[in-house]
């Protein structure tokens, strides 16, 4: 064992259950033994056996990033420094178990972990049963454990025993449990059984479902279905997902092909039929770290309610892996559980793989500002009291925006060449002089190059011709300051800067030639000698001298680089008609427009005409990088003054005083990260760190240095301490800085996807403090669609974009559009909507099935009636389909799915004859010849539910599509007048419309007036009983009718006020 590779070693903290409780112990993973010292350099080791251990971690949030390692000798407790060591030494162990590993792949990734429970230590106020064992868990004990994914509950020691069935990512994977992914064609139920919630019911007899006396019943992972041992057989084989289905990935969408732990969208996946689920699917990115590690309950609950592969742990390899494997969706949609640095991030990578146009964004505020969740109405943070799963069903309601993002750009200013005292001015006269003098060394070392016959004389010559040229460069910035006076001095430098260009492509060539020869009288040397070349010290020597000569190479197309540098510069001194007298061969583009054929080049100024010339043959320099250009900035490599994309902005940019606080914050939280775990402990830092400017006045006169341009335009600016630039109207920790929303006769009202920015100006910190209490305006500089900031001097100042800092130096800051992102919206009253829809469904669903009279109890329809009966069939399937349709386009259309899928059961188990399990419908099988009256009084009423259902569902204004409600709203028409011909018949008219009698009515009056206290409404006026109608919409629909009605004359408050439109 000891020549087996060490897996992981360091220190854990142990629980020794002694006086000191916690004692630091040095662990070391090697094969498939843990081994355990007081220090690293002991020599004996205690070796705990690794093949039979369970992991556990000790708590549900699990602070202390502790775990336990249960043998079946005993228990052993250990804590590591943070949870990402903790979480290290779990992957290894756990794989490990599996045989001799030699390298470990990393948790997201790893295949050995298939299949495998992660467990914690959980307390329970009831008595549970254990998954293995089945016997009793007792209330309060210590000794249980949970599957944090798949809630399978098991004492500490069965948890050995207990087999790979954890919640299925993929079923490609060959196993005892899973199907090769070409036999997949539904989606089964993955149950388990017992240790039910309380008030379950079950799906088939609707009577409670668990108990605390025994495991019984089961409930499925994925639809949360509960249902008796003995209802179970007559279930339908087939899992729906649940009220979620639109978001969740089945697992037969999901396949491993190359076995390393990789997940990709199965191919198989697309040739299959899924009505509802995975029409939108929904990708999870939680950063653990955020909120006080709240991020770990997100992680937990999403995947016991989703597929856990499409929740994704940002603080673990970022979102890349996630977007990998969603990019094949036509559409889908993005939460992310963080704060504004993770959205930032996430955004910043959908625009790396290209996916803007098919995702959308929603955010949970765990951060300490979460400016943008407040403004797409997710509000300033979460409240640890509510279950992260409410959130689902808010994104599949919400709606989509446009988000404006916006480049950064920098220029820094380059660092000046220090020059002697006596070199720092130089006049015409000595320019003139020393230009000729260099000119002439130029000229002479390149007829030496062209008559040399030996390389290193060659090498000598180019250097020398290539410091004349520099030495020009550098006397023409020394006397730029008198030749941009005088026009002689401008066109003798562009002609020597044309001579001295000439003879650098004349170099370029030979060097070019040299190497070229170089390289075949090396090749064949080597394969003729190649026996006698080893150990020659020949070999080196060439590639030193190719080494140099390629230097050489690049040197001198960096001093062409920089003679079109110089021209283009003295080049916008000269008038039109000086620069058609010059006669130059290397740039000619410059000044021959006419030349270019195209209408556009000759309709250009000579200014810009000239730098189209320059830019082509400067690839890396852009039209932008030449504005603003001083000849004062060249320095050989054009690179220094090209514009470059720094970052991207969502929410805001500050300079100044804002950033140096945010900086300040921090680089604090980066050396002591435990002071600042929590929003009310960053707040309080912030306060501190913006009261300490109170006396400082850092920036008091930032105007002095920085300089602002709106859309091309100089802004003066006033005695201030900062500018902020805002793209949103929430900044800081959700202060509406600009003042209001509301347009001026000055400034347009602000959005978010107006292409506008606002800019404004920071005097003080107190005037940052009263802008949370009151809406403050005379701090408004303007509203453009693009500015530049110009900050002079020789230090930098702090600049922040969405609360990340840093220092930048002195130079140039442009700030223009990029792209928009698809952001989702918290929509309050679509959501409002939905409650009442759903208490409609949910006294629909109350309504009990009318019975028959005992002598019509076994009796057969006749002719007449069967004929009505599959004509009201047919115009339910085509309502079905319709609604299988419409919600592959619309998720929120999910919630109609219920009732959908006990329809077709109903129909496949009576009209047609068929199982409910085959989904083939009609088109596979014969429908039944007759039917009897009970039968036919259970596709009625199962019919009828179905069609109150999703009137309600148009009339409370959730399909917002116009032509698609039309489409429903005619189906429905068509099945509202079959029923209105089905009511004609004596002993049916009774089922769709029962006798009202007063004591039901008074009781139902009753019903609604006691739901009506659930959504917060007003206690319902009494008016006269309803009276009996002789059409179907009567049954179901004048109840709420009648109480929308009377809740719109009283004026009720809704359940939730909307938020304000951007």
Known sequence: SIFQKIL??????????????WKLRYFMVQGQQLYVARHSSFVHFEIIDLSQVVLAETSWRNLCHSFCIITPQRKVTLAASNRKDMEEWINIIKTVQQGEIFKIPVAENNPFLVGMHYWYSSYSLHNQHCNICRETIPALSGDGIVCEVCKVRSHSLCALRARKDCKWNTLSVTDDLLLPADEIQTMPHQWVEGNMPEHSQCAICHESCGSYQRLQDFCCLWCNSTVHSNCRRRFSKECIFGSHRSSVVPPTALSDPKGDGQLVVSSDFWNLDWPSACSCPLLI???????????IIFLRKFKQCLNPSQVFDLSKGGPEAGLCMFKNFARFRILVCGGDGSVNWVLSRIDAFGLHERCQLAVIPLGTGNDLARVLGWGAFWNRNKSPLDILSRVEQASMRILDRWSVMIRETPKQIPLQKEQVTMDIPRFESAAIQHLKSATTELNKILKSKYTMEIIIATRFLCSAVEDFVADTVKAWNHIKQNNTAVESVILKSDLLYDNLSILIDVLDEQAAGTSVKKSTTLHMDIDKTDGNPLNTQVDHIAKSKLELTTKAQNLQKSLKLIVFQVEQVLDEESRQTISVKNFTPSFFPEDNDSEDFNQMSP???????????????????????????????????????????????????????????????EEHPEQYNSRLKNKIWYGLLGSKELLQHSYNKLEERVHLECDGEAISLPNLQGIVVLNINSYAGGVNFWGSNTATTEYEAPAIDDRKLEVVAIFGTVQMAMSRIINLHHHRIAQCRELMITIDGEEGIPVQVDGEAWVQRPGLIKIRYKNAAQVLMRDRDFENSMKMWKCKHNEIQAVPQPQLDSQDFQDSLSDEEYAQMKHLARLAENLISKLNDLSKIHQHMSVLMDSVNASVNILNNIFYGQDSGNRAGASFCIITETLSRTDAVDVTFSLKGLYSDTKAFLDEKLLKDAEDEATLQTALDAMNKEFEKLSEINWMNSIIFPEEKSSNADTRSLGLKFKFRKLGKKKLQEEGKPKSGHKFHHFIGNLWHQRTHEAEAKDDDSPTQSISQL
């Open 607 to 669: 200014r810009h005409r000239c730098r189209c010339g320059i830019l082509s043959s400067i690839s890396s320099l852009k039209s932008e990088d030449l504005d603003n250009l001083d000849m004062e900035h060249l320095y050989f490599t054009p690179e220094m003054i090209r514009f470059k994309e720094k970052c991207v902005m969502n929410n805001y940019f500050g300079i100044g005083l804002d950033a140096k606080i945010s900086l300040e914050f921090n680089t604090r939280r």
């Open 8 to 21: 992981k070693e360091g220190p854990l903290w142990k629980n020794c259950h002694s006086l000191k409780r």
């Open 285 to 295: 990115f939680v950063n653990s770290k955020s909120g006080n590690c709240q991020g």
